[in-house]
C-alpha cells in the first residue's frame, strides 16, 4: 500500500474529502493531489494529517526481536 492510497482510506474512514484535507494542513487541494499522485508526501505532513484527523502516525524500523526505531 502506498502513502497516498493510506491516506486516501484514512480520509474514507474519516469521512472526509482530500481536498477538506488538504486545506485543514494550509495546503490547496490541487498541490496536494499533485504530492499524491508523485508520492511525496513528507514525515511531516504525515504527522500534520494525524494531528488534524486526530490519529497516530507511526514510521519505524522493527527489529525481528520486536524492538522499534523511530522519530
Given at each position: 500500500?502506498?502513502?497516498?492510497?493510506?491516506?486516501?482510506?484514512?480520509?474514507?474512514?474519516?469521512?472526509?474529502?482530500?481536498?477538506e484535507?488538504?486545506?485543514?494542513?494550509?495546503?490547496?487541494?490541487?498541490?496536494?493531489?499533485?504530492?499524491?499522485?508523485r508520492?511525496?508526501v513528507?514525515?511531516e505532513?504525515?504527522?500534520?494529517?494525524?494531528?488534524?484527523?486526530?490519529?497516530?502516525?507511526?514510521?519505524?524500523?522493527?527489529?525481528?526481536?520486536?524492538?522499534?526505531?523511530?522519530?
Open positions: 500500500m502506498t502513502t497516498s492510497d493510506m491516506i486516501r482510506e484514512l480520509c474514507e474512514k474519516k469521512n472526509i474529502s482530500l481536498a484535507l488538504a486545506r485543514c494542513i494550509g495546503q490547496s487541494p490541487q498541490n496536494f493531489n499533485k504530492k499524491l499522485k508520492g511525496t513528507s514525515f505532513e504525515m504527522m500534520e494529517i494525524a494531528e488534524n484527523l486526530d490519529v497516530k502516525y507511526e514510521q519505524a524500523f522493527v527489529l525481528p526481536n520486536g524492538e522499534k526505531i523511530q522519530f
